[in-house]
């Protein structure tokens, strides 16, 4: 899990299939049009090196790459329709870059856990406490680049005053008590404290609870400044990147549906309270 493993923190994916057959599409489109790499370049906003890169298939195509590339190369529509090839395969560390490249100016950031507390807002004792008991096993090098990596994600929450962050937490996931009381203690003092941001929402969801619209998962959702969404949907050692607006459409409607199966903010926190001193 990305969170709970910080696999989003890796380097480059490796090439695959689908990435060097997008990349060959991209190369023929260009050389059909005429233009060099860096011509191609200067007119979708990329240097000539990152253009060498998506060719030759070792990196993954920004999710507005075929938007800005199709009038460029002919609008024969061939990038859109590989690109979603490319959207619908497997691949934590890969998916996730994706979405951590956008999560940074987002302007809309929704999310929905009911595994972990979210990277976000974890506590470097918590975090360390996932990081640790991981399978299998890493070294303390590891386990410091994951919490630095982390650590500096969550500025996000205070860089970016003007984003608006909503979160929806399930109950159990503070009464897990995960690494001990003392570390649960410290991690909701931090949850309440990250609260009271004024771009910050976070409601909890009570473990009873007749209806329920998020039982398919936990899912991310954010909106980019253009004002365009996507989605992230996360399990065990794979990630899915979601640029289908149709799939994104469903996701919001059932997140909203959660929003209102939630506790109101008010309550949510005063839950949070009624455990920490319960502790």
């Known amino acids: 899990m990305v ?33 060099s790499r860096e011509e191609f ?3 979708v906003g990329l240097s000539k090196h990152s253009v060498a890169s998506v060719e030759l298939g070792r990196r993954m195509p920004d999710p507005t790459f075929p938007e800005r590339s199709e009038p460029v190369l002919g609008n ?9 090839h490319l959207a ?18 987002a302007i809309t950031l929704y ?16 975090a360390r406490t996932l990081f640790t008991n991981q399978l299998p096993p890493q070294s303390d090098e590891q386990i410091e680049a994951q919490w630095v990596a982390r650590a500096e994600r969550q500025r996000l ?16 996931l503070f009464r897990r008590h995960t690494g001990g009381v003392e570390v649960t203690r410290g991690l909701i003092d931090q949850v309440l404290e990250i ?29 980019t400044p253009e004002n365009k969404w996507f989605a992230y949907c996360e399990g065990q050692e794979s990630g899915q990147f979601i640029a289908d607006s149709k799939v994104v459409s469903m996701l919001q409607m059932r997140y909203a549906r959660m929003r209102s199966q939630a506790l109101t ?15």
Request: aromatic share 6%; with cysteine; proline share 4%.
């Open 41 to 43: 370049g200067d007119l």
């Open 195 to 223: 609260a009271q941001l004024r771009n910050v929402e976070l409601q909890i969801m009570p473990t009873e609870q007749e209806t329920h619209a998020g039982l398919d998962g936990p899912m991310r959702l954010l909106e």
């Open 111 to 126: 999310t929905y856990e009911c595994r972990l507390i979210p990277g976000l807002l974890q506590t470097e004792a918590y």
């Open 265 to 279: 903010l008010k309550d949510s926190m005063s839950l949070l309270q009624r455990m920490r001193g319960d502790l």
């Open 76 to 84: 024969t529509g061939a990038l859109t329709k590989a690109a979603r």
């Open 157 to 172: 929450l205070r860089e970016r005053p003007n984003t608006a962050f909503a979160f929806i937490l399930e109950e159990h």
């Open 88 to 105: 619908r395969q497997p691949g934590l560390a890969a998916w996730f870059r994706r979405w951590a490249q956008l999560e940074s100016t």
């Open 3 to 35: 969170d709970g493993a910080g696999a989003g923190t890796c380097g480059e994916p490796e090439s695959s299939d689908s990435l060097r057959t997008f990349g060959a599409v991209v190369q023929a489109l260009r050389e059909h049009a005429g233009l």
